[in-house]
């Protein structure tokens, strides 16, 4: 069977930075620490005023385009993931077709396009999308791209402003791909929830203490039905566990969780008897409550062994080095936790090729979805061509008052003029409204 899988990734950060500690926790009069330690995050990243879902996209697709020599042609689809959608009729990918249009030769009148929506997960679903449209054999030899891109704001004083987040991740699909070979063992674990909406509204109503409990469950279910099909887990089966990252702390428990599963009844369980005892069996309980005590505290001694530091060190930690520094993108955020594992590992010269990771995507409403992937002979030169360290370098850091001025430049309830903090280039941006009060964009040399 014919490898197929992600060929290329580009990534696209949101020009402007607010910085957690230094400027949104001082002005909130918080401890610092609840971003840093806490949630786990340094910094967000903005839009600026001409940027948006986009140009997000479009300058991340041309990057990739670019780069890998293509041209409209090579292409026989275009999905779009986002939450932050601005029409309930045309979609996001139109847009990007039409951007990327006025700068190539050719056009994509023969490519499918759409726009996937189910909260955060909905990229994965594109690129499960396109796969099975490669794998169907429909694809007539040409590659699909799928764009992860949102504006990821919450209204201002709620709690999840501290987890904002702007940028845009785009994927080639295509056979014999060069950075990781997606597999059939997969697993999904969806359920009716109301966590997080956003009910024809732009900034979301979150159950914020909720949806991380509906996160685990349903991440839980998925990893459930991943083995009914992949066979046990064990933590040491996967070089990298990349989770959709709302925020670190959030897959710091996701990962604890993940690993008392997995360990439950091997060798390591039988290890660690001696430190911290053997996991709590529910049949050893009168109730539920006591159960999940007994759960609470076993977890509470499992984090500060040795034996789970060391796993969570070298296979998860890798995967939040880029989301401390831009909070959450939402459809975009488990392909970026994916590319920072993959660019550490460059980074650190690590052997990366056959290895395998599980990757678990998560969108609230709610489904989780993990998946087995395999990491290609190409990936090291693939993920060493991203700029993203380059972009993070040169975003403007705003004070606290910009950053005010920039979040009412997004709302759409309000007008509000405002200049640019950065000046663009070789990009593309938005300028307006057109006479249909569509978006309307051009190409800056
Ligand atoms: N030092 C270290 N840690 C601190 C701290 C300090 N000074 N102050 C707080 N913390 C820790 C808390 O203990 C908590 O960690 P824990 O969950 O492991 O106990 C964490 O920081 C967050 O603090 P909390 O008081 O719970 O924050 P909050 O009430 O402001 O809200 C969310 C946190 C996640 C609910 C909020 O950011 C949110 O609604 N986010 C959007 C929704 C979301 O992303 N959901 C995830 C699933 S998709």
Redesign the pocket.
């Known amino acids: 069977m014919t490898a197929v899988g992600i060929d290329a990734i580009e990534i696209r950060t949101g020009k402007l930075k607010l910085d957690l500690a230094e400027t949104f926790a001082p002005a909130k009069e918080e ?1 610092p ?2 971003y840093t ?3 786990g995050l340094e910094a967000s990243s903005f839009p600026d005023t001409y940027e948006d879902i986009v140009t997000m996209g479009a300058n991340a697709a041309k990057r990739l385009m670019d780069r890998k020599g293509l041209v409209p042609d090579d292409i026989g689809r275009i999905d779009v993931a986002t939450e932050s959608a601005f029409d309930n009729s045309k979609p996001v990918s139109t847009y990007i077709a039409g951007c990327l249009e006025d700068v190539y030769d050719g056009d994509f009148h023969h490519a499918n396009k759409g726009e996937r929506k189910f909260a ?1 997960v909905a990229a994965t679903q594109s690129v499960d999308d396109a796969y099975n449209w490669i794998r169907a054999g429909r694809n007539r030899g040409r590659a699909a791209l799928v764009i992860a891109t949102d504006t990821a704001l ?1 209204a201002r004083g ?3 402003e ?2 904002q987040g702007a940028g845009a991740v785009a994927m080639l699909v295509d056979e014999e791909p060069s950075l990781v070979e997606i597999s059939t063992e997969q697993g999904y674990g969806s359920a009716d929830e109301t ?2 909406l956003k009910p024809n509204q732009q900034f979301p109503s ?1 159950d ?2 909720r ?2 409990k509906v ?1 685990l469950a349903r991440m839980r279910e998925a990893l459930e039905d991943f083995e009914t099909v992949a066979g046990r887990t064990h933590p040491d089966g996967f070089a990298y566990i990349p989770f ?1 990252t ?2 670190p ?2 897959v710091r ?1 996701a990962a604890l969780l993940g690993f008392r599963h997995m360990t439950r009844n091997t060798d390591i369980e039988d290890d660690l008897e001696g430190e911290i005892g053997r996991q709590p069996r529910q049949d050893d309980y009168e109730d539920w409550d006591a159960y999940e005590d007994a759960i609470r505290e076993y977890m509470d001694l499992l984090k500060e062994t040795d034996r789970y530091e060391t796993w969570y060190n070298r296979t998860i930690d890798p995967t939040l080095t880029f989301s401390r520094k831009v909070g ?1 993108w939402y459809t975009g955020s488990v392909h970026v936790a994916r590319a920072s594992a993959l660019k550490t590992a460059a980074e650190t010269g690590r052997a990366l090729s056959g290895e395998r990771l599980l990757v678990g995507s ?1 969108g ?1 409403g709610a489904q989780a979805e993990m998946h087995a992937e395999t990491v290609a002979d190409g990936w090291r030169e693939e993920i060493e061509a991203l700029d993203f360290k380059e972009q993070l370098s040169r975003r403007y850091d705003l004070s606290f008052e910009e950053y005010g001025r920039v979040h009412d430049a997004h709302n759409h309830e309000k007008e509000r003029e405002l200049e640019e903090f950065t000046v663009p280039s070789g990009e593309f941006v938005f300028t307006g409204w057109g006479r249909m009060n569509e978006r309307t964009y051009e190409y800056v040399e």
Do not use: E, I, R
Request: proline letters at 7%; charged letters at 25%.
């Open positions: 401890d620490k609840k330690k806490g949630l955060c919450y709620d709690p999840g501290a987890t966590d997080f979150v914020g203490k949806s991380v996160y959709h709302p925020f702390g959030m428990k959450n998560y609230s």
